[in-house]
């Protein structure tokens, strides 16, 4: 099935810092997902992209879908201490008509010190 | 506006014990699904729901999972014999429209585990 790798697997970042990570697959998707999870909290939604080569913002948070459809990557600007916890991507699976059924990666864990 | 809840957040028992976790979903939504969580890992389809009926269970990994949405709300995931290999958060998520990438939301989720 299609994976997506995630990277770097952590990160330990001052707080006011930039921060940069990445979502890389075998496979093209044609949609990303970039979900943060809190501690003790189900997946929060923070970005979608539906186009090759499309730049989203949400506030500090910037994503680009890549041209190839295999990869995306996720800036967090100006790093505040609430930023902290677990950044997954996720693309829906492309085969069959499932595209409800999302893939994720294992997450990039991100601590910021204050 | 309510978002989806979870209940138990966490559960305990035996291996060889029957459980059952229950999803409300956010009112409305007619597309639910459940995912698991292993640790360090992110989450991983089960089930699809489509109103009252299981659209997709391939994500089910033996016949000792089971669920039900009997009135198109409610969803109950249900497992047999738990083994210790089933500990693990159990995440529901739910979404305005079924079959596509409407965002679904997800709820707190379940922690289950299997002594």
């Known amino acids: 099935g299609q994976q997506l790798n995630q990277s770097p697997q952590s990160m330990f970042i001052q707080e006011g810092e930039d921060v940069s990570m990445n979502c890389t697959s075998s496979?093209?998707?044609?949609?990303w997902l970039w979900y943060k999870q809190d501690p003790g909290e189900g997946p929060v939604l923070l970005i979608a992209?539906?186009?090759?080569?499309e730049l989203t913002s949400n506030g500090r948070l910037t994503a680009q879908f890549g041209i190839t459809r295999k990869d995306s990557f996720l800036n967090i600007s100006a790093s505040i201490p609430s930023d902290v916890g677990i950044y997954f991507c996720?693309?829906?699976?492309?085969?069959?008509?499932?595209?409800?059924?999302?893939?994720f990666g294992k997450g990039t864990l991100l601590t910021v010190n204050p | 506006g309510a978002g989806v809840s979870q209940t138990p957040s966490n559960k305990v028992t035996e291996k060889g014990k029957y459980v059952e976790l229950r999803c409300d979903p956010i009112?409305?939504?007619?597309?639910l699904y459940w995912y698991r969580q292993s640790l360090g890992q992110g989450p991983e389809f089960l089930i699809y729901?489509?109103?009252?009926?299981?659209?997709?269970d391939s994500g089910l990994p033996n016949d000792r999972f089971f669920a039900v949405r009997p009135e198109g709300s409610v969803s109950t995931l249900k497992i047999q014999r738990t083994e210790r290999g089933d500990s693990a958060v159990y995440l529901c998520?739910?979404?305005?429209?079924?079959?596509?990438?409407?965002?679904?939301?997800f709820g707190p989720g379940t922690r289950l585990t299997v002594l």
């Open positions: 998520a739910s979404s305005l429209i079924p079959g596509s990438t409407d965002t679904q939301y």
């Open positions: 496979s093209i998707f044609n949609t």
């Open positions: 729901f489509q109103g009252t009926g299981a659209a997709d």
């Open positions: 996720a693309g829906p699976q492309n085969s069959g008509g499932s595209n409800y059924k999302l893939t």
């Open positions: 992209l539906y186009k090759a080569g």
């Open positions: 009112s409305g939504h007619t597309a």
